[in-house]
């Protein structure tokens, strides 16, 4: 077991929520708008980032509060102690995320060193239809789950973009020196960038080559990466491409231009130009993958909403199937009970209504 004990103050429309006795299987029930993804959205803060609905911190701070909020959690990571999590914004302090470990403040990227946190939603049905940055910020997450320093790494990397791209858009002309220091630390981070998602491609293709056929379709993934992968090639690039960088006044070179290609097994064909239901199915089995990998280094926990809505009979049996095979702490949303029957018995259940939660 992952989580329990989990606590949201003045959280969108909960303005005090506790679930309590969790389990490894966790269904929220309701109508649509009573709260349930709510809930997910503020599980995946327990993670680094800016959580499933990338929202701005003022968005989520419910109108019965003062325009903080907060969520904690106690996390069973299998030591001795439990470990208390949080994370939430001060009113006093707009904008600005607070994260603590056992009662002490630290930074998101150590809420990523205790626990792994995945999610499926909606949202994420157009991933393969939408532009290459959508696939970006989707493969940094994945990443992010695995190796937590990816955070940071990446922040440092746009950072320096952002300089860079203001300097080859309307700044002047910089001392050499100085924008030869700006590239290379640049190029150091968009190094571990890269080198991050290569290896978080190597190992979820091997893992998703490992799962059982059908009835999930196979993806097949490829790094594209735009650019060298190694900080002296990539500094001497992002160097090399100053004139053209300033003509179109952006760079046009590294890790933010990567690509992440996604194609179905057997059928060499696109994911982008497969049916609604091969990209759904694909979906699945690529979080299903990486949530099997999460876990293998710390407890993780797996946020899926509204996912077996759409699916027919027999794929939605095989998800509860593995689902309960794996060792991730999984919470599911739906908007009535009658499609979990096959796991109503494993399930810790919650009624949601109106910001409310009863157990059932």
Known sequence: MALDRITLSTFRNHAGTCLDGTGKLNLLVGENGAGKTNILEALSLLAPGRGMRRAALSEMAGSAGDGGFAVSARLDAGGAEPVQLGTGMRAERPGRRVVQVNGAQTTA?????????GWLTPA???????????????????????????????????????????????????????????????????????????VLVERLGAELERLPEGPFARPVLEYLPNGPLTADALAAELAEGRARD????????????????????????????????????????????????????RPGILLLDEVAAHLDPVRRAALFARLLEGGTQVWLTGTELAPFDEIRGSAAIWRVEGGQVERL
Request: aromatic share 4%; charged share 25%.
């Open 109 to 117: 990227v150590e809420l990523g060193e205790w626990l792994a946190v």
């Open 246 to 297: 300033r003509a179109a006044q952006r760079t046009l070179s590294g890790p933010h231009r990567d690509e992440l290609a996604v194609s179905m097994a057997g059928m060499s064909m696109a994911a982008a130009n497969c049916s609604t239901g091969e990209q759904k199915a694909m979906l699945i089995a690529m979080t299903l993958a990486h949530a099997r990998l999460a876990a293998d280094t």
């Open 124 to 198: 994420m049905d157009r991933l393969f239809a939408d532009g290459a940055a959508a696939r970006r910020r989707y493969l940094d997450r994945l990443v992010v789950a695995i190796d937590p320093d990816h955070a940071r790494q990446s922040a440092r990397y746009e950072a320096g973009l952002r300089e860079r791209n203001r300097i080859m858009s309307d700044g002047p002309s910089p001392n050499s020196s100085w924008l030869g220091g700006l590239e290379a630390q640049m190029a150091e981070a968009g190094a571990a960038v890269a080198a991050g998602r290569a």
